[in-house]
């Protein structure tokens, strides 16, 4: 793989997948839908991570698919760090979010190199396509994923077909609620 000048400078922001996916490996049922996610009862609000995932990034980049489910739920902005969505075909963001989500669009290096440039040096990656398309330009460090107990079937799978293997090491796994399983993962590379 060609490195670009940022990556060999070290300067790539850190990249990091968090993700629940199904024990059939999808991350929404073949209708779109994601309300298994909630199923399981979560009296206290356990975090699940999230909390210190919040604390590793400085920015979200989310494909369009993931932002506009997440406009559909109709509730208030749930991000308090600035969501780049990834999209060729939105030109605009409501007037509400002008602050707080900005349209990017193009190859994921000149994607990452812009982000470099304005600072940010860790970034939550979310939407499926979007991940797939990071992972298969090797351009993920951290995997992050809660697996659910439940075989949906069919649906949006996490992961895709890559022209070459990834190998991963395992950072730790969390088990939450006595049912959600969250496996860490870093990004194995020769030195
Ligand atoms: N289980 C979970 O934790 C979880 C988390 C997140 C999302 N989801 C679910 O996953 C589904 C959404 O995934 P998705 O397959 O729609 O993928 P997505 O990655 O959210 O969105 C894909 C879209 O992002 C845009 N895009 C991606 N890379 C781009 C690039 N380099 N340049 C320009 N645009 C780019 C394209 O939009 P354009 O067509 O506009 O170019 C593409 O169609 C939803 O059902 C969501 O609910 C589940």
């Known amino acids: 793989m060609i490195f670009s000048l940022y990556q060999m400078e070290g300067m790539k922001p850190h990249t990091i997948v968090y993700i629940a996916q199904s024990l059939d490996g999808y991350i929404a049922d073949s209708d779109g839908n994601i ?21 590793d990034v400085d920015a979200i980049i989310m494909g369009r698919g993931t932002y506009e489910t997440v406009l559909a739920f109709d509730i208030d902005w749930p991000y308090q760090i600035p969501v780049y969505v990834l999209s060729s075909k939105l030109k605009t963001v409501p007037e509400h ?8 669009n193009g190859k994921l290096d000149f994607i990452l190199s812009t982000l470099s440039k304005k600072g940010y040096q860790g970034l939550y990656i979310d939407g499926g396509k ?17 697996t659910l107990p439940i075989l949906l079937g069919g649906g949006s799978s ?10 991963w090491d395992h950072v730790t796994t969390s ?6 399983v969250q496996s860490h ?7």
Do not use: C, H
Not at 36 to 50: C, V
Not at 158 to 167: D, H, I, M, S
Not at 175 to 180: F, M
Not at 185 to 191: C, F, L, Q, T, V
């Open 185 to 191: 993962y870093r990004r194995k590379r020769e030195s």
């Open 97 to 104: 979010l002008s602050s707080k989500v900005f349209l990017l």
């Open 35 to 55: 309300d298994w996610l909630e199923a399981i009862p979560n009296p206290n609000g356990d975090m699940m991570g999230y909390d210190v995932l919040m604390q």
């Open 130 to 146: 979007t991940i797939q398309s990071f992972l298969a330009e090797d351009l993920i460090d951290e995997l992050r994923i809660t």
């Open 158 to 167: 996490l992961f895709g077909t890559l022209e070459n293997r990834l190998a």
């Open 175 to 180: 088990v939450y609620l006595d049912q959600l």
